[in-house]
């Protein structure tokens, strides 16, 4: 069973850095691509950042390039997403997610199980 569990949410001030943890157990998770999503109140499930086993990355939205890195540590079986200069619209619900095939799709329904997700609040 691919269990997820993220970590690392909070509230942050606008130019505040957080570090989103995404923990993985029941396997082992640089076997899989792992994608972090967030999803806005009223807004569909975005594709923010994604690793697949080779180690190479994906970051989607134009928005947080530069600004947002994923890296994954094997030895603690979790992948991080590190979030600095967050600004008022990056608030969302951040999930991690496990794509068996590999692919780094920015679709969530090409994800095989989601963790239950973390609140980012970006307010001054």
């Known amino acids: 069973q691919l269990q997820l569990v993220e970590s690392g949410g909070g509230l942050v001030q606008p130019g505040g850095s957080l570090r989103l943890s995404c923990a993985a157990s029941g396997f082992t998770l640089d076997y899989y691509a792992i994608g972090w999503f967030r999803q806005a109140p009223g807004k569909e499930r975005e594709g923010v950042s994604c690793i697949r086993k080779s180690g190479s990355n994906e970051v989607y939205p134009g928005s947080v390039k530069g600004r947002f890195t994923i890296s994954r540590d094997n030895a603690k079986n979790t992948v991080y997403l590190q979030m600095n200069s967050l600004r008022l619209e990056d608030t969302a619900v951040y999930y991690c997610?496990?794509?068996?095939?590999?692919?780094?799709?920015?679709?969530?329904?090409?994800?095989?199980?989601w963790g239950q997700g973390t609140q980012v609040t970006v307010s001054s």
């Open positions: 997610a496990v794509e068996v095939s590999d692919t780094c799709s920015r679709w969530p329904g090409r994800y095989d199980s």
